[in-house]
């Protein structure tokens, strides 16, 4: 009788077990360093939506804005340890991990506008790069749009000359180190996340960024001028641990590349009205002004950031700058 109890509560326990492991999601940690309301937080919260819908609930997804989880350094730490899952930093972020070829997105005026991007990101080369991330555990899923950058600081920055002796906040990339080293500005390299504070305290006198993460991040109420230069651009790699996506049941990742697939195409479709509307909100704000290049002044800068190139070869080689700007004719 009494063995009998011992098996019957044996038998429960492991029924029990099993019920509850069935039953509990797989959880993906999606850190990013952005609002929500910007292109990469809300196609985050897309794909946290589609992959929760395609998987049936068998997959929550977790969405980690605004640098709450980790910051641009740690994230990518972060998800080579497995403690998150998923992170979309920016092309010019995976110089710390010793992958340079990313900078190649960083060279300024390379991009014409998001349909050359497209070229690029959905040829044969974007595929290329996403392969360097795998022997540093990292699977590449996918590429997401943000938009171009401006330059912002409290002084008009119209001609190269002003950008003489300018502390620039950068992102971790050398090839815009050397864009601001060509223009005579002192670059300095920091986490998203504590730009804000830096810019409203003086420890760097402006940054380049796209106008949603500009608006979104309150920079425009700590800078006066912003001068739509375009030069450079931002965007996402969406990347994964390579262990927690090879070890998912073959369905769930099927159901996750799915989602990724049409977060993506979501994302693509909507960063530059995000762009757009956020600029059409800085100039409501009045806080900022805002200033226009005439096209003898855009090529003034075009020049003075020429030697990056040269620069930029002996980081990132010139047979990818040359298949870059071959894919994006
Ligand atoms: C930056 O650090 O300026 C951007 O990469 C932030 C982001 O993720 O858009």
Do not use: C
């Given at each position: 009788m009494r063995s009998f109890a011992i098996a019957a509560s044996v038998a429960a326990l492991a029924l029990g077990l099993a019920g509850q492991a069935s039953a509990d999601p797989i959880i993906i940690k999606f850190s990013h360093?952005?609002?929500?309301?910007t292109p990469k937080g809300k196609a985050s919260e897309k794909f946290k939506e589609l992959a929760e819908k395609y998987t049936n609930g068998k997959v929550k997804v977790e969405v980690y804005p605004?640098?709450?989880?980790?910051k641009d350094k740690e994230e990518l730490e972060a998800l080579q340890l497995g403690s998150v899952q998923m992170l979309a930093p920016s092309n010019s972020k995976f110089g710390p991990l010793?992958?340079?070829?990313?900078?190649?997105?960083?060279?300024?005026?390379?991009?014409?506008d998001l349909k050359t991007l497209r070229k690029v990101t959905e040829g044969p080369l974007g595929a290329k790069l996403l392969k360097l991330l795998e022997p540093k555990g990292i699977t590449g899923l996918a590429y997401w749009d943000n938009g171009f950058k401006q330059m912002s600081a409290n002084k008009k920055l119209i001609?190269?000359?002003?950008?003489?002796g300018v502390k620039f906040r950068i992102q971790s990339s050398r090839v815009l180190q050397a864009q601001f080293k060509a223009l005579g500005s002192l670059p300095q390299v920091m986490a998203f996340g504590e730009v804000y504070q830096a810019l409203q305290t003086g420890v760097v006198d402006g940054q380049e960024n796209t106008w949603s993460n500009i608006y979104t991040q309150k920079m425009h109420e700590v800078q006066k001028y912003i001068t739509e230069t375009n030069h450079g651009y931002i965007g996402y790699v969406v990347i994964v641990n390579k262990k927690f996506w090879d070890d998912l049941p073959a369905d769930i990742r099927d159901q996750l590349a799915k989602a990724m697939k049409e977060a993506t195409d979501f994302n693509n479709a909507q960063s530059q009205k995000e762009n757009d509307d956020a600029l059409a909100e800085i100039k409501k704000s009045g806080k900022s002004e805002i200033i226009k290049l005439t096209s003898e002044q855009d090529e003034a800068m075009r020049k003075a950031m020429e030697p990056v190139y040269k620069d930029a070869a002996s980081r990132v080689g010139q047979p990818l700058i040359d298949e870059f700007q071959k894919e994006a004719k």
């Amino acid at each position: 009788m009494r063995s009998f109890a011992i098996a019957a509560s044996v038998a429960a326990l492991a029924l029990g077990l099993a019920g509850q492991a069935s039953a509990d999601p797989i959880i993906i940690k999606f850190s990013h360093v952005v609002a929500t309301d910007t292109p990469k937080g809300k196609a985050s919260e897309k794909f946290k939506e589609l992959a929760e819908k395609y998987t049936n609930g068998k997959v929550k997804v977790e969405v980690y804005p605004n640098s709450t989880l980790y910051k641009d350094k740690e994230e990518l730490e972060a998800l080579q340890l497995g403690s998150v899952q998923m992170l979309a930093p920016s092309n010019s972020k995976f110089g710390p991990l010793g992958i340079r070829e990313f900078e190649v997105f960083d060279l300024p005026y390379i991009l014409p506008d998001l349909k050359t991007l497209r070229k690029v990101t959905e040829g044969p080369l974007g595929a290329k790069l996403l392969k360097l991330l795998e022997p540093k555990g990292i699977t590449g899923l996918a590429y997401w749009d943000n938009g171009f950058k401006q330059m912002s600081a409290n002084k008009k920055l119209i001609a190269p000359a002003d950008y003489q002796g300018v502390k620039f906040r950068i992102q971790s990339s050398r090839v815009l180190q050397a864009q601001f080293k060509a223009l005579g500005s002192l670059p300095q390299v920091m986490a998203f996340g504590e730009v804000y504070q830096a810019l409203q305290t003086g420890v760097v006198d402006g940054q380049e960024n796209t106008w949603s993460n500009i608006y979104t991040q309150k920079m425009h109420e700590v800078q006066k001028y912003i001068t739509e230069t375009n030069h450079g651009y931002i965007g996402y790699v969406v990347i994964v641990n390579k262990k927690f996506w090879d070890d998912l049941p073959a369905d769930i990742r099927d159901q996750l590349a799915k989602a990724m697939k049409e977060a993506t195409d979501f994302n693509n479709a909507q960063s530059q009205k995000e762009n757009d509307d956020a600029l059409a909100e800085i100039k409501k704000s009045g806080k900022s002004e805002i200033i226009k290049l005439t096209s003898e002044q855009d090529e003034a800068m075009r020049k003075a950031m020429e030697p990056v190139y040269k620069d930029a070869a002996s980081r990132v080689g010139q047979p990818l700058i040359d298949e870059f700007q071959k894919e994006a004719k």
